[in-house]
């Protein structure tokens, strides 16, 4: 099974990453491959030492809400571009 090209990038709402959706973007559109955008995140440290298998959610719950955030803002960023 074949599978169409992409570019993968992750964005964390910082300056930075976003010079890097640019960049990705630019070089997803010059080779006519897709784009995929991702955030990640990582529970806090003291999560993990709690046991007991405690949700990250329950903990943080705007955590999904933001990530949506970032990512609807990442898409716009780079809808123009038609990838």
């Not at 570019?7 to 559109?29: E, I, R």
């Not at 990530?67 to 990442?74: E, K, M, T, V």
Request: aromatic share 8%; charged share 15%; net charge negative.
């Amino acid at each position: 099974m074949t599978r169409p090209e992409s570019v993968l990038v992750g964005v964390d709402g910082s300056p930075t990453s976003m010079y890097t959706l640019d960049w990705a973007a630019a070089f997803a559109q010059r080779l006519g491959w897709s784009l995929h955008i991702v955030y990640c995140y990582s529970p806090p440290q003291w999560l993990g030492e709690s046991g007991g298998g405690v949700d990250p959610n329950a903990a943080e719950p705007s955590v999904e809400a933001n990530a949506r955030q970032i990512l609807a803002q990442a898409k716009e960023r780079v809808a123009e571009l038609g990838i």
